[in-house]
């Protein structure tokens, strides 16, 4: 690890962390949020959130097949609607520059979404995408995450 941001600077922490709270008092759904972050964390090659959120999403009840298709979630007929506009949302926020935000990936969003949401859906892409940057750009150790949802190790 080249630094340990959470004792350097906890206040940054704790307002990542408020960040997150406010999407999970949401209405989102729990193993969404966790595609979500999957998602992100896999475009960003962000291999300690990766670990956390698939070992998070199992431990939520979620099935291994989708997460391993997560990564082809547009070839793979395993999401729902709901499920693709938040993925496809993820990928353009994330991929900001180079998408830009498409008109038609955010009419999908919205015919999914109410206002609400569409804001804790971007919400909750705005913060893994920066939960990426702290890890990947501080060297996070990969493999040692344990689910707080689940003890026990996948």
């Known amino acids: ?15 990542m962390s408020q960040l997150e709270r ?7 759904d729990p193993k969404m949020r966790e595609l979500i972050k999957l998602r992100a964390s896999q475009i960003n090659g962000c291999a300690y959130c990766v670990d956390m959120h698939t070992k998070d999403a199992q431990a939520m009840g979620e099935d291994a097949q989708r997460l391993h298709l997560v990564a082809v979630w547009r070839e793979a007929p395993v999401f729902s609607p709901r499920e693709r506009a938040a993925l496809a949302w993820t990928e353009a926020l994330t991929l900001l520059p180079e998408t830009g935000a498409p008109d038609d990936v955010y009419a999908e969003v919205a015919r999914e979404f109410g206002a609400e949401e569409q804001v804790a859906l971007t919400l909750a892409i705005i913060a893994i995408n920066g939960w990426n940057r702290l890890a990947v750009g501080f060297r996070q150790p990969v493999g040692e995450y344990v689910s707080h949802l689940h003890p026990v190790p996948a």
Do not use: G, I, N, Q
């Not at 690890?1 to 307002?15: F, G, I, N, Q, V």
């Not at 406010?22 to 989102?28: F, I, K, P």
């Open 1 to 15: 690890m080249r630094l340990d941001y959470r004792h350097e600077l906890p206040e940054a922490s704790r307002a």
């Open 22 to 28: 406010v999407v999970e008092a949401s209405t989102l």
